[in-house]
């Protein structure tokens, strides 16, 4: 069996891609953190076993990456602002091809809006009127919000559970969205 070689510059960049320090690699490959150290230094010239442990505990760590939240968010967050008109609305949902947004006020999450909603006032109000009313008006609870490392198993329980999409947050920061296509398509779509 052959089996790729890496240098120990390449080692120390598959190892901050898979998010692992030192210390939390050489735990999960079952090795100490001065070997890993030493072999990214290129001080010390690995065994091949010792080597293969390292490789596949990273890939490992990546594999898993695949099924948390950052994986399949969307990026950047359309959104709107509460003062925001409904035409600005439609015209985002259209322009994007999305069904719902969510809605900020001076940079906090407040609400959300849907298609489902502006669809039901527009039955009992002139589209005119509609078009220049503020998004506060009718905005509804804001989306659920979920860490970047939050697993697609969770995402998927709360979708299901009558949420039409997911906020992605990484530290405090919204950087991602997630709605029922997104995981449909992870499932399908490779």
Known sequence: ?????????ELRKLRKKAGLTQKELAKRA????SLIARIEKGTVDPRLSTLRKIINTINEVLGEKKFLARSIMSSPV?????NDTIGKAIELMW?????????FQNGKLVGSIREDSILNKIK???????LNKKVYEL??????????????????RILL?????VLVEDNGKI?????KIDLIAKQFIK
């Open 78 to 82: 359309i959104s709107l602002d509460v």
């Open 30 to 33: 079952g090795i100490s953190q």
């Open 139 to 156: 905005k509804e609870e804001p989306f659920p919000v979920v860490n970047v490392e939050t697993s697609i198993e969770e995402i998927g």
């Open 175 to 179: 950087v991602g969205i997630i709605t």
């Open 95 to 103: 322009k994007y091809g999305i069904s719902q947004l969510p809605v």
């Open 124 to 130: 009992n109000e002139k589209i005119e009127d509609l």
């Open 161 to 165: 559970s009558g949420k039409p999409a």
């Open 1 to 9: 069996m052959v089996v790729d070689l890496v240098t120990p510059q």
